[in-house]
């Protein structure tokens, strides 16, 4: 059976007895927490109420969405989106369906994967002011607002591929098709696109960073947003990494979460 929790910014949904509802007065305001962070950051007021479902694992969730695979956390960013319409259940029964609908959240909730935090949340609210082509851009975005990867933060992991040479070249990243980019290792292009996008908002301002991101992260827009081209802000990020601190404990720490 399917319980919902109201908030000011959300609906969440989840399963009788399950770990959410357990959880769920924490989780709320939690979500509630980041909405607002997100909105701040990029200069956003948005009023409607944003639906959060909870699967209780990977298989139920790859199940609704990808045919099986197994999937933590997946977000519907626009009236347009192909799942949008789509019958879905939350238990794998019938009697736990219901209808997916536009600018919404389906994530993994259980003892093991907690698919909570801003990562999502800020690919709904940023589609509302624009969506670029880019899943480079796109999921930077979402990887600077959570911070870090397994815990370690995103310019670490950058700066540990530079020196392992797994770095991938930023202008490859951005050019990337959709299929192309979700098609390399997430464990190297997620915290990277974390790691570029907080350079490039602290180097040069959120308000000129987003008019960069609505205008698609195109070359001609770097050049009139940064006064610099791609490639030369592509090498003064490269060289940031290799000037931040970076000791041998923390190295052992990335190594230790990739099994190594």
Not at 18 to 40: M, N, T, V, Y
Not at 223 to 237: L, N, T
Request: hydrophobic share 35%; proline share 3%.
């Amino acid at each position: 059976m399917i319980r919902t929790y109201e908030t000011d910014h959300y609906v969440f949904h989840y399963l009788k007895d399950s770990l959410a509802e357990r959880d769920i007065p924490q989780i709320a305001e939690g979500q509630e927490r980041c909405f607002d962070r997100i909105c701040e950051l990029i200069n956003i007021a948005y009023s409607k109420k944003i639906g959060y479902w909870f699967y209780n694992s990977p298989q139920l969730l790859g199940n609704a969405f990808f045919d099986g695979a197994l999937c933590n956390g997946v977000s519907i960013t626009n009236a347009q989106d192909d799942d949008i319409g789509k019958v879905v259940s939350l238990s794998g029964e019938k009697e736990d369906s219901f209808v997916v609908e536009p600018y919404s959240i389906h994530a993994v909730y259980e003892e093991r994967i907690k698919c909570i935090g801003p990562h999502e949340d800020t690919h709904v609210l940023a589609a509302q002011l624009f969506e670029p082509s880019s899943a480079f851009l796109c999921e930077g975005l979402a990887m600077m607002m959570d911070g870090s990867w397994w815990g370690i933060k995103n310019k670490l992991w950058a700066r540990y591929y530079k020196e392992t040479g797994e770095f991938v070249q930023i202008p490859k990243l951005i050019n990337s098709s959709e299929e192309e980019f979700y098609g390399l290792e997430d464990r190297i292009t997620y915290p990277v696109a974390g790691a570029w996008t907080e350079y490039m908002f602290q180097t040069f301002g959120k308000v000129n960073y987003m008019r960069f991101y609505c205008g698609n992260g195109t070359s001609q827009m770097a050049i009139a947003v940064f006064g610099k081209s791609m490639p030369q802000i592509c090498r003064e990020f490269e060289e940031w990494l290799s000037e931040l601190p970076f000791s041998e404990e923390q190295r052992r720490k990335i190594e230790k979460r990739m099994g190594k």
